[in-house]
């Protein structure tokens, strides 16, 4: 039971590129989340997913897209990097809704550097 | 504008010194309530949570939160700090209209000296 994993553990692009961040986990969860984080602003949320095929946006959605095709996995995609998403990224699982009486499970992260 | 705030960025304690974190939100009803922890380098585990009920909440590594309503505030309190507390802590909400939206604030780095 590996819980939530997420590759690659550093990135670094250049303005303009694309890339996805993945991120799987191996407990059956529904839902699914994607948390950005930077210095003195905490996690935010980009997007989530409570099933397969169901995603919605979070807090900061704008240059990212998501796909929930398995009940494992949920990539985030950057389509075209910008310096503006250097940050570190969360996943996070969970049986139940983020914000439930159950535990959301989070992954190691991934820093990502756009130049 | 709805917020959850962390006044103290950086907290240092001596250890077996008593540790109170501090945490108030801004939102039109009573959301649900978390506190998380984050060693360096890793993500985020879960301390505690306050739904309902009790306003003392008992979590994980010995660590207790108390909800007050009336002023807004979910501080996490330890009696005794070991070295190992040494970490950064997060407060967060879920929001009562979407469970799934969880907002959280910006984390108090606590330090703990030998």
């Known amino acids: 039971n590996a819980g939530v994993t997420q590759t690659p553990k550093f990135q670094v692009l250049k303005t303009g590129q694309s890339m996805t961040l993945q991120c799987a986990q191996d407990?059956?969860?529904?839902?699914m989340s994607w948390y950005r984080q930077d210095p003195g602003m905490g996690l935010r949320l980009i997007h989530y997913?409570?099933?397969?095929?169901?995603?919605d946006q979070g807090e900061v959605p704008n240059g990212y897209n998501v796909s929930r095709s398995t009940t494992e996995d949920f990539p985030l995609r950057l389509l075209s990097a910008a310096p503006s998403q250097t940050s570190v990224y969360f996943c996070?699982?969970?049986?139940?809704?983020?914000?439930?009486?159950?535990?959301?499970?989070f992954g190691p992260g991934t820093r990502l550097t756009v130049l | 504008a709805q917020s959850v705030t962390q006044p103290d960025i950086h907290i240092t304690v001596s250890e077996g010194a008593s540790l109170e974190l501090r945490c108030n939100y801004s939102?039109?009803?009573?959301?649900?309530l978390f506190w998380y922890v984050q060693s360096p380098g890793q993500g985020l585990q879960l301390l505690l949570k306050?739904?309902?009920?009790?306003?003392l909440v008992q979590g994980i590594k010995g660590f207790e939160a108390e909800f007050k309503r009336s002023q807004s505030s979910f501080n996490l309190r330890k009696p005794s700090v070991h070295w190992s507390d040494a970490a950064e802590y997060f407060c967060?909400?879920?929001?009562?209209?979407?469970?799934?939206?969880?907002?959280f604030g910006a984390g108090t780095r606590l330090t703990v000296k030998p």
């Open positions: 996070a699982s969970s049986s139940e809704q983020a914000g439930s009486t159950d535990t959301q499970y």
């Open positions: 407990m059956n969860h529904e839902y």
């Open positions: 997913s409570v099933g397969a095929g169901i995603t």
């Open positions: 939102y039109g009803a009573t959301p649900y």
């Open positions: 306050y739904f309902s009920g009790d306003t």
């Open positions: 967060a909400v879920a929001l009562y209209y979407n469970n799934n939206d969880m907002r």
